[in-house]
Each structure stands twice: as structure tokens, then as C-alpha cells.
């Protein structure tokens, strides 16, 4: 039984300002992944909701917000982060409700994080500058900045109230006016993120929100009256936003799956090593896309690390997130746990040994529970080492040479992140260089600054957010020539 301060809510879109239903009465089920007991309902919106919200942020764009100095949007975009911290331990647990993720981890980093965000945004907004040319005697090029315009944030489950504050904070910020979607698994904490932008003096129509599933999400994509489109999640989704939003041409920010490598050389330090792969694998359940899912070792070192690692694996505690010494929670759904499962089945079929884990956690009536898995003796034709699982589940295999490892790192259709072990300067600066990956971690893993490029290559992502790059992304350019 979680004994919680918070009450879970029920689930409306937020559209021009104010709570509502959808039209036709349509909501579905949010479920507790932990105790599968149903948290309240979430409306269920459709083409009739997304076409009001989109017609609210339109006019929101002509309005108030368009003209707004930039000291004061900064300063409302500022108190956002303020009315955040402020319902801190409510919306950590909302979160941790929602997705099973134990509640220290959901102020650590969901929480914290997303507040953050609207921190960083409300100070970079008010630095940044363009561009200017003199062209001999002959003119001044120079560039403006103004909003996209109407911009649609379509959002997964794993980091719900962090990611949608990852796109929402630069959008206000470059002064556009927005749809989110959040994920139909997770629509707690993006639902008060609504009814604290409304607080902190967002006008009416500029901050929207409609609930629903993929079809939601698609009718979001296809909209006519959309500038554009920012997106996390699965690849496979990534290319249907992109189908939908070719007739329109809309602006397309994608940040996507990934089979992040872990590799690590002899040389490293192994008591770093093991701390930080016992995170990058089963943090979050493992539902992080910037996870290390595949590890590498060099085969002088594959023995001991293997022993450290599992030694510390079988450490963790899984749980009640509610528990402050729970590790690793319950995963996001009961679809998502089959899925994990499922790849467990898989591994057996492989031929793979399971050295920690490999079946869901013993002790629990109810909820979606995996026990951290480390897997050995897989072939990199593998499923379990090509296909991304996002769960507490990774493969380890060793290499011999760099040349060996680098050929099996890149052997990927993904290309998000890798995180490199080793003492020798040489070989991290040669090696980093050559891995086919938006974010190469050496000698740690997920160390983040908000200014730094974020996202993927290959089928990853498209484009990257942070700093400059959100910026980017949620302004157009005019460049003004003035003959002299
Ligand atoms: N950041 C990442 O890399 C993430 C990857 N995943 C992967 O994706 C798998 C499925 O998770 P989902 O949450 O179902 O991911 P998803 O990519 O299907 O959903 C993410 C968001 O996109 C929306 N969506 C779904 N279909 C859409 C469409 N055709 N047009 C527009 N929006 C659409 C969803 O309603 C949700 O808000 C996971 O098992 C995991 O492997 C999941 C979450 C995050
Ligand atoms: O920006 C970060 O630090 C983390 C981002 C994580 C994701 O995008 C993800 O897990 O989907």
C-alpha cells in the first residue's frame, strides 16, 4: 500500500486558458504501474480538440505574448521554474505515481530538472544575439529573430514533466506559442505544469494541452495551422510524425531511440567503471534514452568487471517507489513490461546466460516489476544487442582490439550517445572521435549542461536541443539588407 501526500488527479486538456473535457465525453484509464490500481481518468482528445488549441495558440501569437518586452516574458518564464520548485514534492509525486520511478529519482532529476530548464531558458533568452555583416561600402546584412510560431511538443513517458519542460521553456522563451501532447502512460505532471504557466502570468492561448493517444498526437502533426514539430520518442513514431508533416513542411526537431555502447579499456579506472555502469544501466528502470543497453570490456578486464558488476547489480533494490532505499522501480506499463519480458524470452532463445536477473522481480501481487539483467554470450547479431529494449536489461561482451570494438559500436542504425573508459589521452580523444553518436561520454556518463548539443545522428534524431540549438529551432531568421 504507498501512503502518499498527493491525491492523483484526473487528466483534462488545457485549451485558451481553462480546463475542459473533451467534446464527446471520451476519457480513458491512468493506471499506477506499481500497484496497477487506477490513478483517475485522462480525457481523450481528437481532431475537435487539437483544431481548438491550435486556434487558441494562434491567436495567443497575435496577442499579449507576441508583443510582450523581453524582460517580461523572461521573468515569467522565470517563475514558472519558481511555482515548480515551490509544488516540488506534489509533482515528484505525481510522477512517481505515474510512471513507477522511485520518488527520489523524480526530485532528483524530474523535478529539479524541469524547473531548471525554465531557469536556463529565462537567462540564455535574454543574451542571445544574430548576426551582422558590413559589406565593404556597399550594405549591412543584418538578422532578426522571431518566433516559429504555433509549435506542436509531443512527449514519451519516461521523463514526462523533464522533457516537456526541455521543449516548452525554449519555446516560450523564443516567444512561440504551444500544443503539448503529453504521453497517454504519464499525463499527471504536464496537466499542473498548465495550471502553473497560467499562475506565473502566461497568457491565455499560449501554453495548451491535449491529452490522448498516438492518433492525438498525429492529428497534432498533420495540422495545417502547426509551425512545427518537437519530438521524443520511439523512431518508428518519429517517422510517422514526419510523413504527416510533410504535406505542411513544418519544422521538425526529433530526438529519438538509441542502443548506447558502453565501452571500457583496461586502463580505466574500475571502481569509477562499476559505480557509474551500475547508473547508466538501471537508472530510471533503464528507461532512459541515453542508457548504456550495450557494454563492451576488454577482455583482460572482462573477468573482474564482470564480478564487480554483477556483485553490485544483485545490490539493488527493487520496489516500492515509495520506499526511499527502492533502486529500481516499476516499469512505465503493463504493454512496456511485456515488451522487457519479452526480450528476456528472447535471450534465452539467443543462447545468452543471465547473470544477474532475467525474469520479473519476485515478491509482488501486483504491479510491473523486472529484476536488473545482466546478460553474457550474446553474438552482435543478437536482437538483445541491436534492438533497443529501454529496460533494466543490458548485454556485456568483450573485444580484444579498438579497431574490433569500434566496428561493432557503429554497427547500429542508432547513433544517441556512448560512453568511453580509459586513462590513456590518446586513445579517448582518437576513439571518442571515430564513434558515430550525437553525445560521447569519457570517463563518465550523462554529465549534462544545458548548453551543450543534445541529441542523435543516424536513425537517433534529427536536429539537437540545448543552448543555442533549442534557440535555433523555435526561431526563424529574417536576414535585412540595407544598401548604404
Ligand atoms: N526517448 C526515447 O528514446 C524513448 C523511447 N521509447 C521507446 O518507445 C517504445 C514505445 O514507447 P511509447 O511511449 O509508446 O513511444 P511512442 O514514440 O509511441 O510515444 C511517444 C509519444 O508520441 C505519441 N505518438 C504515438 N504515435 C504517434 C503518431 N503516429 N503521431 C504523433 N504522435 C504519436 C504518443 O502518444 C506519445 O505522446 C518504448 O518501448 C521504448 O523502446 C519510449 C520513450 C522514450
Ligand atoms: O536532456 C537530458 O538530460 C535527458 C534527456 C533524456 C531523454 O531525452 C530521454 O530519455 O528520452
Known amino acids: 500500500m504507498q501512503t502518499t501526500k498527493t491525491k492523483a488527479i484526473d487528466c ?58 523581453l524582460k517580461k516574458r523572461s521573468n515569467i518564464i522565470r517563475k514558472i521554474g519558481d511555482l515548480i520548485l515551490e509544488r516540488k514534492e506534489e509533482l515528484a509525486e505525481l ?34 544575439g544574430t548576426e551582422a555583416y558590413q559589406q565593404d561600402d556597399i550594405a549591412i546584412h543584418y538578422a532578426v529573430r522571431r518566433p516559429v510560431g504555433v509549435v506542436g511538443l509531443i ?29 497517454e502512460v504519464t499525463p499527471m505532471t504536464a496537466t499542473v505544469l498548465a495550471e502553473i504557466c497560467k499562475e506565473a502570468g502566461v497568457p491565455d492561448g499560449v501554453v495548451n494541452m491535449v491529452h490522448g493517444f498516438g492518433e492525438t498526437g ?99 533494490k527493487v520496489g516500492d517507489p515509495f520506499d526511499p532505499n527502492t533502486n529500481v522501480g516499476a516499469l512505465v506499463s503493463e504493454e512496456h513490461y511485456n515488451k522487457v519480458v519479452s526480450y528476456l524470452d528472447i535471450a534465452k532463445e539467443e ?15 501486483k504491479g510491473f516489476f523486472v529484476e536488473p539483467t545482466i546478460i553474457t554470450g550474446l553474438g552482435s547479431d543478437a536482437r538483445c544487442v541491436r534492438e533497443e529494449i529501454f529496460g533494466p536489461v543490458v548485454t556485456v561482451v568483450p573485444f580484444d582490439t579498438e579497431e574490433e570494438v569500434l566496428e561493432q559500436v557503429n554497427d547500429t542504425h542508432y547513433g544517441l550517445s556512448a560512453s568511453l573508459w580509459t586513462s590513456d589521452i590518446k586513445r579517448a580523444t582518437r576513439f571518442s572521435g571515430q564513434i558515430e553518436a550525437g553525445m560521447v ?34 526561431s526563424e531568421l529574417t536576414n535585412i539588407t540595407l544598401k548604404m
Not at 529539479?112 to 543574451?127: E, G, H, K, L, V
Not at 543462447?351 to 501481487?365: M, R, V
Open 351 to 365: 543462447g545468452g546466460t543471465f547473470l544477474t536477473g532475467g525474469k520479473p522481480a519476485e515478491g509482488f501481487d
Open 441 to 474: 561520454w569519457v570517463n563518465t556518463w550523462f554529465l549534462r549542461d544545458l548548453r551543450t548539443p543534445f541529441g542523435g545522428m543516424k536513425r537517433s534524431g534529427i536536429g539537437r536541443e540545448g543552448g543555442a540549438h533549442s534557440f535555433d529551432f523555435y
Open 12 to 69: 483534462t486538456h488545457f485549451i485558451d486558458g481553462a480546463y475542459v473535457q473533451s467534446n464527446n465525453g471520451k476519457a480513458f484509464e491512468n493506471v499506477n504501474p506499481a500497484t496497477e490500481e487506477v490513478l483517475g481518468t485522462v480525457a481523450e482528445g481528437g481532431k475537435e480538440e487539437v483544431d481548438k488549441a491550435v486556434c487558441a495558440a494562434r491567436k495567443a501569437l497575435k496577442g499579449e505574448w507576441g508583443n510582450m518586452p
Open 155 to 183: 512527449n514519451p513517458w519516461n521523463l514526462p514533466l523533464f522533457l516537456m519542460t526541455w521543449k516548452l521553456a525554449p519555446a516560450l522563451a523564443a516567444g512561440n506559442t504551444a500544443v503539448m501532447k503529453p504521453s
Open 218 to 316: 498525429a492529428a497534432l502533426s498533420s495540422h495545417e495551422d502547426v509551425d512545427a514539430i518537437a519530438f521524443t520518442g520511439e523512431t518508428v513514431t518519429g517517422t510517422a510524425i514526419m510523413k504527416a508533416a510533410a504535406p505542411t513542411l513544418k519544422k521538425l526537431s526529433f530526438e529519438l531511440g538509441g542502443k548506447n555502447p558502453n565501452i571500457i579499456f583496461a586502463d580505466a579506472d574500475l571502481d569509477d567503471v562499476i559505480e557509474t555502469t551500475i547508473k547508466s544501466s538501471f537508472i530510471n528502470q533503464g528507461e532512459v534514452c541515453l542508457c548504456g543497453s550495450r557494454i563492451y570490456v576488454e577482455r583482460s578486464a572482462y573477468d573482474e568487471f564482470l564480478e564487480r558488476f554483477a556483485e553490485k547489480t544483485k545490490e539493488l
Open 95 to 128: 510522477e512517481s505515481l505515474d510512471t513507477g520511478k522511485p520518488l527520489w529519482l523524480s526530485n532528483k532529476v524530474d523535478i529539479d530538472r524541469a524547473a531548471n530548464n525554465f531557469y536556463f531558458f529565462a537567462d540564455y533568452m535574454t543574451t542571445v
